[in-house]
Structure formats: C-alpha cells, structure tokens
T-cell receptor
Framework: AAGVIQSPRHLIKEKRETATLKCYPI?????VYWYQQGPGQDPQFLISFYEKMQSDKGSIPDRFSAQQFSDYHSELNMSSLELGDSALYFC????????????FGAGTRLSVL | QKEVEQNSGPLSVPEGAIASLNCTYSDRGSQSFFWYRQYSGKSPELIMF????GDKEDGRFTAQLNKASQYVSLLIRDSQPSDSATYLC??????????????FGKGTKLSVKP
C-alpha cells in the first residue's frame, strides 16, 4: 500500500538559509499534519491542513509557513534557519471520517550548520 | 497546557516476558488514544488505537483505556528483541471522524533482552 512520501530525506543548510520540505499524503487522504522532533524529544505539532485550508496551528515559528496544494501535497517553507531548527520533520496524513488515524512519512532530517 | 506523561525508562524485560507501558493524560476531554512505535531515527509507526474504556487486543498487543483515571496502557506479550524501540503514547482531543493534532508523550524506551 502507498505510504506518505517525504522529500528530501536529508537536508543540510547553513544559518539564515531557507529550506522547503515536501510531503505527498497517502492517496485519498485529505488532511496533512507537520511535526517537528528534536533530538531525544517527542514530536511537536506544527500545523495541519484539511482540503487545502489551514486546519490547526501549533508551535510553528513565524519564520515557517506551509500550504497544501490542489493535488493535496504539502510544502513546509522554512526561512532564516537557526541552529535550533535542526530536527526530524515528519509529515502525517489522515482521512477525515476514519478515526483520526495519522500515518507518518519517513521524515526529513534537517541539519543547520 | 495539555500534557501526556510517560515513564521514560529504559524498561528492560527478558525475551518472552510481558512488557507493560503506561501513559497518563491531563485533558479530560481527550477522545482518541494511540500507541506508536519508533525506532531510532525512524518515523513513528502506529501499533494500536483505542477510543472506548476497556481492553483492545491485536495479536501480541493489548491497549487498555480508563478515562476516569485518565490512563492508557500498552501490554506486549511474548516480547521479542525486535520490539526494542521507543513507544510513544499520543492523545487526540477530537472524536473519531473529526480531526485534530496528536499530543505525544516523551516516550518509553523498551529493551527486550535475548
């Protein structure tokens, strides 16, 4: 079965640069979530989209923005990168009406040098 | 501030034993409860979900929910070395059928010794 696809898998950036992470949800899933997981930490919710509209917002810095496109893929844009942004970024998708079950992609490991 | 609390461990059990993982949550309005398994550097993998008080069994895994005590647990029977991972408890305030983000505990690291 198709899973959540994230790209790139690894990304190395320098401070103050920008990064774009992409997420392709499971086919037919209408909701996308972004989570950030720092070293030794639990995943922290950043933002979610349902049917291409922002659904909920968590601890996402103002330097970050995200959107969901007509084909339901989502992009997380990160600007003015800081050392503390180094983390695993996970995308998850779900289908409304299917019990809130969120399936996670393999993640993007972002390293800010 | 909604919180999900787990014992960070490590929890060490011998192969073939029962591993018991516990989780408490602060938001009494929480409706959906999930257990994810995460290997180091990998993504969370859904193991179990439960919405109603009581037990739910799936193979070697049993999830238990007690909403009055705001407590959810995961039992792993016949533990195998491949079960060694961090187990994340996650809570969603949304009821089944609607959406909501997950609030995770910090995870319990399980080690199953051969």
């Amino acid at each position: 079965a198709a899973g959540v696809i994230q790209s790139p898998r690894h990304l190395i950036k320098e401070k103050r640069e920008t990064a774009t992470l992409k997420c392709y949800p499971i086919p037919r899933h209408d909701t996308v979530y972004w989570y950030q997981q720092g070293p030794g930490q639990d995943p922290q919710f950043l933002i979610s989209f349902y049917e291409k509209m922002q659904s909920d917002k968590g601890s996402i810095p103002d330097r970050f923005s995200a959107q969901q496109f007509s084909d339901y893929h989502s992009e997380l844009n990160m600007s003015s990168l800081e050392l503390g942004d180094s983390a695993l970024y996970f995308c998850a998708s779900s289908l409304r009406g299917q019990s809130n079950i969120q399936y996670f992609g393999a993640g993007t490991r972002l390293s800010v040098l | 501030q909604k919180e999900v609390e787990q014992n960070s461990g490590p929890l060490s059990v011998p192969e073939g034993a029962i591993a018991s993982l516990n989780c408490t949550y602060s938001d009494r309005g929480s409706q959906s409860f999930f257990w994810y398994r995460q290997y180091s550097g990998k993504s969370p993998e859904l193991i179990m979900f439960i919405y109603s008080n009581g037990d739910k069994e799936d193979g070697r895994f049993t999830a238990q929910l007690n909403k009055a005590s705001q407590y959810v647990s995961l039992l792993i029977r016949d533990s195998q070395p491949s079960d060694s991972a961090t187990y994340l408890c996650a809570v969603n305030e949304a009821a089944g059928g609607s959406q909501g983000n997950l609030i995770f505990g910090k995870g319990t690291k399980l080690s199953v010794k051969p």
